[in-house]
């Protein structure tokens, strides 16, 4: 018997980030999107403990050891409910690794879901959350997903409306960034300057409440950007080639070095595609369209 869970996702279309707190956190207005780029997190008991194993272009690239978040979510719900974490932990990884769309935090999310159903543990939402927060800023996103906005450390969430698709085309880098070297950066950027307070933009709540991509388009904003730029300057290349191409506007995807054009419809995104693979300034190119729904028994 094995339980398989289809987890989305994600782009940043605010991302605002604070002065960085006591704790090494930075407090966040962060406005995420599921969208349609999926990992897949099958469980299947074991007689040899836990495992974890990953298939897919980029699965050199995932740790199998316990760091691997799916690892921890099965770890931190077992010992909940007293139980041995005895299973096998399958990842299909759809999701670019170290890019900044959450693909880590999906397969926390994902083992999470899979393993409460495959135990019969039935927890509460409230506590899978709680669980997801515990894992990572993102994890809670993941489990939930369509859109939402994340206060705190970005964990404490709050359903947003979303009156239309949104189409975007990610372009995914050559190399991966690391979230804790991109959030220093941006802390060096910042030294001896005011941070804000981090607040969403009420001008992009009502562009995501209405469907309108053009007005979303002139909202979208990410204060990771400058820094993800700082260490990977090589991503202006991108955004300008999304730009030429037509998209309405193209960011960095969280901390990066993933980068996403909001296009106006799907056609738009195919020719936006074509024309950032044909461009060289990335490895690879995907269309998908948000919001979909968070982490989903099959
Ligand atoms: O929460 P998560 O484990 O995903 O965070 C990874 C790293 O990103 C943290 O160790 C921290 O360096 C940085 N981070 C932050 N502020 C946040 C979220 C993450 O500084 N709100």
Redesign the pocket.
């Known amino acids: 018997m094995s339980v398989t869970v289809r987890v989305p996702a994600k782009v940043n279309v605010q991302l605002a980030?604070g002065a960085?707190?006591p704790d090494?956190?930075?407090?966040?207005a962060?406005v995420f999107l599921a969208v349609g780029l999926y990992d897949e997190v099958t469980v299947t008991p074991s007689s040899d403990g836990l495992r974890v194993t990953c298939e897919g272009p980029d699965a050199a690239q995932v740790p199998l050891d316990r760091t691997n978040l799916a690892a921890r979510a099965a770890e931190a719900l077992a010992a909940r409910y007293g139980r041995t974490p005895g299973v096998h932990v399958h990842i299909v990884k759809d999701i670019p690794v170290a890019g900044g769309m959450a693909g880590?935090?999906a397969d926390g999310a994902g083992a999470l879901l899979a393993c409460d159903a495959l135990w019969g543990t039935n927890a509460p939402r409230g506590e899978l959350l709680e669980i997801c927060a515990e894992?990572?800023?993102?994890?809670p996103f993941s489990l939930v997903g369509g859109a939402a906005l994340g206060t705190?450390?970005?964990?404490r969430l709050t359903a947003l409306e979303a009156g239309g698709t949104f189409h975007w085309v990610f372009a995914m880098a050559g190399r991966g960034l690391?979230?804790?070297?991109?959030?220093?950066e941006?802390d060096r950027l910042a030294e001896g300057r005011d941070i804000p307070e981090p607040v969403a933009s009420r001008d992009l709540l009502d562009a995501l409440a209405k469907g309108d991509a053009d007005a979303l388009a002139a909202t979208v904003r990410n204060d990771l950007q400058p820094a993800a730029l700082s260490l990977f300057p090589e991503l202006a290349d991108t955004l300008s080639a999304g730009r030429a191409a037509g998209a309405l506007t193209g960011l960095v995807s969280g901390?990066g070095p993933t980068t996403a054009f909001l296009t106006r419809d799907a056609g738009s995104a195919e020719k936006v595609a074509e024309a950032l693979r044909a461009s060289g300034t990335c490895r690879s190119v995907r269309v998908a369209s948000g919001p979909v729904a968070g982490a989903t028994v099959l």
Do not use: I, K, Q
């Open positions: 980030v960085a707190r090494g956190f930075h407090d966040l962060n880590g935090s894992l990572g800023s993102d994890v705190g450390r970005g964990e690391s979230t804790p070297a991109v959030f220093r941006f901390s």
